[in-house]
Structure formats: structure tokens, C-alpha cells
């Protein structure tokens, strides 16, 4: 079957490295160039475009865009919509480039807005999961999380974030969207920036139904997988598995990774699973995992690797979001993965940075 994600040719790592720094000198340059009261304001004003990116990838705007130019009146009576108020609302995101007036009057969609329409590529979901009122529910009580170290969420809905999900079901739905949303967006990155044919078998733990373990296995024809995560976790996989045509190298493994780790895989893949949890949880993981892999095996550890200057991060900005939400959850700095692999007897063997803000740390046992 033909890959269900092609995989476009990304611009080297280095390349966008040094448009990076162009781009940071150039906002410095900016920044210094008008008062700080100003320039700290003009950063303030994102408080008023996210909510209306929110409100359009809920409308579904650029899904009607898709179809064709609209006007204002159209868009309005198909979403169900006062005509005025979405006119000011869509001034202003084609003001910042998100949709783009014509001069017949009519709107269609740009670039930036096409990332709002459902299927590849697409952060809709995400938009209106981290944009939603659960999300800024949290984050209004962000002082009492700095305050007392402890997450504003349980304190706002009095239990943690996934116990909150597993009784709402349509937002844990969004969810779940939500999540796959990031993953789609990190996969072109990943698999441009690392070979993964080196390893044989790959377990990816947690790896709920699988869309990074199938993508990573259409690039690699010889290699198998073992897909491993609670059974709740997996009940979509057998469909997304057959999507792409690799049913027939993957296995279903349900377990806890709490608890154990599948043997029989000379690569164990932790995408963005260790930032969920604490110190002492991340290194029971990652023991597990250690007694289940043979002599010679890797884990692959895709997360976000803070820097510890002051330079400016996603991963920095993500951080305060872990806070706020997850009971113990982090972004963590190289030193921090060193700490916690060297407490499970491992040790980072080699770091695989990508053009996304995430990179994989490969991990052997300390006595290799």
C-alpha cells in the first residue's frame, strides 16, 4: 500500500540553524529599536488573535474556504454567525495573514489558514483543544501553580487532567485529535533528520494507535514493530496500522508501562512520554524498558531538550504548560536526561537534533 504520509525533503538542519539566528538577530534588532513598554505591549496583543484563531478553526472556516472564495455573508449563514461580528473577526486575522480579503470583497484562504483545514499538516484540532476553555481555565490560576509548585489544573476541576478526560469523552475525543495533530507535525521532521533502518525492531511505548510507529515503518521496508500501551490506548491502532500497510510488521502489546516493557525489540522509541511524569516515575520507566532490551539495545528518546542560557524556547513557553497541567510533568535540560538515564543505568550514546523543536536522544546501557 502506498505510504499514507509522503515524506517531503526538508531543508538541511544547519540551513534552518542559520535562518534561525537571522531571524532571532533581526527581532533583537527590532526590540532594541523602540521603548520596552512598547515592544513588551505589541507582544501583548496575542491575547486578543488567539481566541479568534480558535473561534475559526471551530467554525470551520477554512474548511469552507477550501471549496472556494465566500463572502462574508456566505460564511456567515454557513457557520451560523452574526455577518458583523464575523466581518471584524476575519479583518483581523487577515490582517496578521490567517485568510486574505479580495478585492471582489471575497475571502479565501492563504498559506497560514490552509493549517486550519482537516488532514495532513493540520493543527485544527490542537488550536481548539490548547485554545479552549479547559485550557485557559487551567492557565488562570497560573500563580497558584508558582506558588505551591502543584498544578492548577486538579485545583480548578479537582483531579488531574486524565482523570478529568476519561469521564468527558468529547473532550478527551479533542483530545486525542489534539495529540495527533503534534505528532503529524513532528513525523516529516523526524524521519528527514534520523535513520531509523539501523534498528531492526522498534517498541514504541505508549505509542497509543500508532501513527509515528507506521510512518517510521513505511520509510523502513525491513524493520518490524511492537506497538505497546494500555488497551484503551490502542483501540484505533488496527485501523491506522492497515491505513498504511504495516499491520502485517507490527504487534499488538497492551501493558503498563509502569509495570514492564516488551522484550524482543533492539529499539524502545519514548516519544514525548517522559516529560509526562516525575523524576522517580521517568526512572522506573526507563528500568523497565532497561531489563526488557537485549545487551546491545537503544532507547530512542524523542522530547524537547531545554537549553540552559537564555535563549528563547518552545520548549521554555511548553514548560509553563506542563506546570500548570500535569501533576509532575516537565520539559527537561540535557543534564536532567543525564541524571535520569544514569539512575536507570544508562547513559546518551548520541543526540539527533531535527528542524522541529524536538530532538532523540539514543540511550545505551552504561556499561556498553
Not at 505589541?42 to 488567539?50: A, G, S
Not at 502543584?150 to 489534539?178: C, I, M, N, T, W
Not at 499491520?247 to 524482543?264: H, I, M, N, Q, Y
Not at 521517568?282 to 526488557?292: E, F, G, S, Y
Amino acid at each position: 500500500m502506498k505510504n499514507e504520509v509522503p515524506i517531503r525533503k526538508l531543508p538541511p538542519y544547519w540551513i534552518l540553524c542559520l535562518l534561525r539566528s537571522y531571524r532571532s538577530m533581526l527581532l533583537w534588532l527590532h526590540r532594541k529599536s523602540y521603548p520596552a513598554n512598547i515592544v513588551l505591549y505589541e507582544r501583548f496583543t496575542n491575547l486578543w488573535f488567539l481566541p479568534a484563531i480558535r473561534v475559526a478553526a471551530e467554525l470551520d472556516i477554512a474548511g469552507i474556504l477550501a471549496e472556494g472564495p465566500r463572502s462574508i455573508e456566505d460564511i456567515a449563514k454557513r457557520t451560523g454567525s452574526d455577518p458583523e461580528a464575523l466581518f471584524r473577526m476575519m479583518r483581523s486575522l487577515a490582517s496578521q495573514d490567517i485568510f486574505k480579503k479580495r478585492k471582489d470583497g471575497l475571502y479565501e484562504n492563504t498559506r497560514l489558514s490552509k493549517v486550519l483545514i482537516d488532514g495532513k499538516g493540520s493543527l485544527r484540532y490542537m488550536i481548539m483543544q490548547h485554545l479552549g476553555n479547559l485550557n485557559w481555565s487551567g492557565l488562570n490560576e497560573f500563580s497558584y501553580s508558582i506558588r505551591t509548585g502543584k498544578d492548577a489544573f486538579s485545583k480548578v476541576f479537582g483531579k488531574s487532567v486524565y482523570e478529568y478526560l476519561s469521564e468527558h469523552p468529547q473532550e478527551s475525543v479533542l483530545f486525542d485529535r489534539s495529540m495527533t495533530n503534534l505528532t503529524e507535525i513532528a513525523i516529516e521532521p523526524i524521519l528527514n533528520a534520523i535513520n531509523f533502518s539501523r534498528y531492526h525492531v522498534i517498541a514504541d511505548i505508549g505509542g497509543g494507535e500508532g501513527l509515528l510507529l507506521s510512518s517510521i515503518l513505511c520509510k523502513t521496508r525491513n524493520t518490524n514493530g511492537i506497538l505497546f500501551d494500555l488497551p484503551e490506548g490502542m483501540t484505533e491502532a488496527g485501523t491506522v496500522l492497515n491505513r498504511f500497510g504495516v499491520a502485517d510488521r507490527v504487534s499488538l502489546v497492551p501493558g503498563d508501562f509502569f509495570k514492564t516493557a516488551p522484550e524482543g525489540a533492539d529499539a524502545y522509541l519514548l516519544k514525548n512520554v517522559l516529560h509526562n511524569w516525575s523524576e522517580e516515575e521517568c526512572v522506573t520507566i526507563l528500568n523497565n524498558i532497561r531489563k526488557a532490551m537485549p545487551e546491545n539495545g537503544r532507547i530512542l528518546i524523542l522530547e524537547m531538550i531545554l537549553d540552559e542560557g537564555n535563549k528563547a524556547s518552545f520548549g521554555k513557553l511548553i514548560d509553563l504548560q506542563m506546570l500548570v497541567f500535569m501533576e509532575s510533568g516537565k520539559e527537561r535540560t540535557r543534564k536532567e536526561f543525564e541524571s535520569l538515564l544514569a539512575q536507570a543505568g544508562l547513559k546518551i550514546s548520541r543526540i539527533f537534533p531535527t528542524i522541529a523543536p524536538i530532538s532523540m536522544i539514543e540511550a545505551v546501557r552504561t556499561e556498553v
